[in-house]
């Protein structure tokens, strides 16, 4: 309604849908919920549509076929209509975020950063939406509470402690959910800093990360290693003064390069 003459028009996004054969499955439900909070704090869409809701074919590798929510039945599968990670991640949001109501939202790190604040209108109860759209990084919240429940993407529990309302958060591209009775949405003073937070190695190879803290609290580091993962605890850090390092060490295929989380 900018021009002379206009009114208001809600939108409807009649079809919007990534292919998991091209994007893959995790990315294509990444994408559904970053699209869903972005276009909802606009405020100018009024109904969105997935395309579609089950799988055209059951061709795993056909982009034109892999759009759906679900998987097609396949002989080789024990289930049909298999539910992808799309489905589940849809499941959650909704879940968590009822019916939101815009709220504000916060823009840091050149816009890679995204933070978004709603409230449930069900209920009233404030939620955010946290994710960084380039690299993994930390990132400190001011919730004005130490109240606040925190999600990933498919709705589990993520455990993360608070101070003074302030909650440390490790923040990627998959959306992290908060929950509670917020008395403010704000940056908060960041505590623990790291000096990587992903890295590439080489087989065999000893990585050091180091930690920085910059509180006279006391800090506990605790290092979780899945299983069959390649990599080996060298030595379990302990801040002298404001500093520690966590060395580890990375087994694989010799000439083989690894992500480490």
């Given at each position: 309604?900018q021009y002379p003459?206009g009114?208001?028009?809600?939108?409807?996004?009649?079809?919007?849908?990534?292919?998991?054969a091209t994007?893959?499955?995790?990315?294509a439900?990444k994408?559904?919920c970053?699209?869903?909070?972005i276009q909802?704090?606009?405020e100018?869409?009024?109904r969105?549509f997935?395309y579609?809701?089950?799988d055209d074919?059951t061709?795993v590798?056909y982009?034109?076929a892999?759009f759906?929510?679900?998987?097609r039945?396949?002989p080789q599968?024990?289930?049909r209509?298999?539910?992808k990670?799309a489905?589940?991640?849809?499941?959650a949001?909704n879940?968590i975020?009822?019916?939101?109501?815009?709220?504000?939202?916060?823009m840091l790190d050149n816009d890679?950063?995204?933070a978004y604040?709603?409230?449930?209108e069900?209920?009233?109860?404030?939620?955010?939406?946290l994710w960084?759209?380039d690299?993994?990084?930390?990132?400190t919240?001011?919730?004005?509470s130490d109240?606040?429940?925190?999600?990933?993407?498919y709705?589990n529990?993520i455990?993360?402690s608070s101070k003074?309302?302030?909650y440390?958060?490790?923040?990627?591209?998959a959306p992290?959910y908060?929950?509670?009775k917020?008395g403010?949405f704000?940056?908060g003073a960041?505590e623990?800093?790291l000096?990587?937070?992903?890295?590439d190695?080489?087989?065999e190879?000893?990585?050091?990360?180091?930690?920085y803290?910059?509180?006279?609290?006391?800090?506990?580091?605790s290092a979780?290693?899945?299983?069959d993962?390649?990599?080996t605890?060298?030595?379990?850090p302990e801040?002298?003064?404001k500093a520690?390092k966590?060395?580890?060490?990375?087994?694989?295929?010799p000439?083989?390069v690894?992500?480490?989380p």
């Amino acid at each position: 309604n900018q021009y002379p003459g206009g009114s208001d028009m809600k939108i409807w996004l009649t079809e919007m849908g990534w292919s998991s054969a091209t994007y893959g499955k995790n990315v294509a439900a990444k994408y559904l919920c970053k699209e869903y909070v972005i276009q909802m704090e606009k405020e100018l869409v009024e109904r969105m549509f997935w395309y579609d809701m089950v799988d055209d074919q059951t061709d795993v590798t056909y982009t034109e076929a892999t759009f759906g929510m679900l998987e097609r039945f396949h002989p080789q599968n024990e289930y049909r209509f298999l539910a992808k990670p799309a489905y589940v991640a849809t499941a959650a949001m909704n879940g968590i975020l009822g019916t939101p109501v815009f709220h504000s939202k916060l823009m840091l790190d050149n816009d890679t950063t995204y933070a978004y604040r709603y409230t449930r209108e069900q209920d009233g109860v404030d939620t955010a939406v946290l994710w960084n759209s380039d690299t993994k990084v930390l990132r400190t919240f001011n919730f004005g509470s130490d109240d606040v429940r925190f999600y990933d993407m498919y709705g589990n529990p993520i455990e993360v402690s608070s101070k003074n309302g302030n909650y440390t958060l490790l923040l990627d591209d998959a959306p992290i959910y908060a929950e509670g009775k917020f008395g403010c949405f704000e940056t908060g003073a960041q505590e623990v800093y790291l000096s990587a937070t992903s890295i590439d190695v080489a087989y065999e190879d000893v990585v050091d990360i180091n930690i920085y803290k910059e509180t006279e609290d006391k800090i506990n580091i605790s290092a979780d290693i899945p299983k069959d993962s390649g990599i080996t605890l060298i030595n379990m850090p302990e801040f002298k003064e404001k500093a520690a390092k966590l060395s580890l060490k990375v087994k694989g295929e010799p000439g083989a390069v690894e992500e480490l989380p």
